[in-house]
């Protein structure tokens, strides 16, 4: 794809952020940026731009932030750019069909897990929710479904057991990142090898709200050591005790067999353990409600009346 043709990238969060930039340090021509409109954050609710919103700006790249692509007006500013391909990856608005069909190219999209596995919003941390031992980035043409468009190319990583959210997307936008340069660099081959998603695997990641990300100690050790790690660091398992809600950042399994599930103690290692339905797990870093990251053994130390306790 020669470097002056015209890109529209459309992204939202830190994993859009290294993709764009991978892009723009590879010399192709980014003529606008569509990401999220400004959003009332901190304490004096003052609006934040997005990540990709500022970095657009301090290359003076002009800016979209459009609530909705759906109305005409949203269709004719896109049009006007006379874009050649649009690269869409965690952009956060659904792309219709009008706005999919006016680059030369259409829509490229850069999906963090194998395809059809893990369409939707939550690809990674689904991925280490179910225990997947691997996953990697699709790119693929989009199409009006939802992450079902014809796939252009594909990548694994493996998963082990001390992959967490972070990790994992850092690993993947790294990866996305050299993925999208190889597909804008042979853009129009590349589309014509794509091939048509498999419908079978096929499998949508649920929506992370925060009743999801409670713990239920009734689950296995190994089902709850997932989900902390899927929602590690950021938004977090977590629980309550006594009224004190705490978030669970790094864990480990440990093997008991005479403790009901809920019951909290304290392992051989110092640290705070809850039972679960088969084993325990060890809390190694959490986070209780108002206070910074502490391993669990510092926040036993001044709650010894919790040993013994049923979740």
């Not at 952020?17 to 004096?44: D, E, M, S």
């Not at 051989?268 to 959490?286: E, Y």
């Amino acid at each position: 794809m020669p470097q002056n043709n015209r890109i529209i990238f459309m992204g939202t969060t830190e994993f859009s952020l290294k993709i764009l930039q991978a892009i723009i340090a590879n010399g192709f021509n980014v003529v606008a940026v569509y990401t999220r409109a400004p959003k009332p954050a901190g304490r004096n609710y003052k609006l934040q731009k997005t990540v990709v919103h500022e970095f657009a700006e301090s290359k003076n790249i002009p800016v979209y932030t459009p609530k909705t692509l759906r109305t005409e007006e949203a269709f004719q500013e896109f049009q006007a750019l006379t874009p050649t391909v649009a690269v869409v990856v965690a952009y956060g608005l659904i792309v219709p069909q009008n706005i999919l069909d006016t680059p030369q190219f259409g829509c490229i999209n850069i999906h963090a897990s194998l395809l059809p596995r893990w369409r939707g919003a939550s690809p990674i941390q689904s991925a280490i929710l179910a225990g997947d031992k691997k996953t990697g980035v699709t790119i693929m043409k989009m199409d009006a479904g939802i992450d079902t468009g014809d796939i252009i190319s594909m990548r694994e990583v493996v998963l082990t057991d001390t992959t967490n959210c972070e990790m994992l997307s850092e690993q993947l936008s790294n990866l996305g990142a050299d993925m999208i340069v190889q597909t804008l660099n042979s853009l129009p081959v590349a589309l014509q090898s794509a091939y048509k998603q498999p419908e079978e695997g096929a499998i949508y990641a649920e929506k992370i709200t925060k009743e999801f990300c409670r713990i239920n100690w009734n689950d296995t050790a190994e089902n709850v050591q997932h989900k902390i790690m899927a929602l590690s660091p950021s938004p977090a398992a977590w629980f309550e005790i006594e009224n004190i809600r705490i978030k669970i950042t790094d864990a480990e399994i440990i093997s008991i067999t005479d403790k009901l599930p809920g019951t909290v103690f304290i392992s051989n290692k110092g640290g705070m353990c809850i039972a679960c339905s088969k084993d325990a797990i060890l809390l190694k870093t959490i986070q209780p409600a108002g206070k910074k990251l502490m391993p669990s053994s510092d926040f036993l130390r001044g709650h010894q009346s919790l040993i013994g306790k049923v979740v």
